[in-house]
């Protein structure tokens, strides 16, 4: 009698709008791989901002007990440490809030557009190495108007190369609105 394979692990990106639906959608997905989920939540709490805390806590509070979750993850050094076999599904949420910590920490707001690419580019090639399962989730924001401040469109032009990037290495990926996915080829 022969033994069936291991399935193939699998990179997905979730992108999506503000309030779309992305986060649930991407952890519905976390949970149909099977498995231990280790949820890697990149934002970085500010105290004074409590409409954020709010969000925080509705994403804590629809997370099952049984995932471990690594607050204010940097997902690059994360992806890149041994892991445990089996391997745990690992979730990203979300690049957005990794990419603007990334922009504080090299105070990269008034600077050269590319500034952040170091990091960026050591993102992308950590998700390429990754050999677990792995959902990512970005916003997509390049969809709406031109931001009219320089800060605006330098997040929206960052953002939207590393999504470009990110899809190019993951296996799929999902455009999300309305709360409805639809798989991008």
Not at 36 to 51: C, E, K, M, S
Not at 76 to 98: K, R
Request: hydrophobic share 45%.
């Amino acid at each position: 009698m022969s033994e069936t394979p291991a399935p193939t692990p699998r990179s997905v990106l979730v992108l999506g709008g503000a309030r779309s639906g992305k986060s649930a959608f991407a952890e519905d997905l976390a949970v149909r791989a099977g498995g231990r989920v280790r949820y890697l939540a990149t934002a970085v709490p500010d105290p004074a901002d409590h409409d954020f805390a709010e969000r925080i806590a509705a994403h804590r509070g629809r997370r099952p007990a049984g995932w471990s979750t690594i607050e204010s993850a940097d997902p690059t050094a994360v992806l890149l440490e041994a892991m445990p076999s089996p391997p745990p599904v690992t979730l990203i949420d979300d690049i957005g809030t990794w990419l603007t910590a990334r922009i504080d920490a090299r105070e990269a707001w008034d600077a050269p557009r590319g500034t952040v690419a170091p990091d960026t580019d050591a993102l992308v090639a950590a998700v390429a190495a990754y050999t677990g399962d792995l959902v990512i989730v970005s916003p997509e924001v390049g969809m709406g108007v031109i931001p009219a401040t320089r800060s605006g469109r330098l997040f929206r032009d960052e953002i939207g190369t590393l999504n470009q990037r990110l899809a190019q290495v993951c296996d799929e990926a999902f455009l999300v609105v309305a709360g409805l996915p639809l798989r991008l080829e």
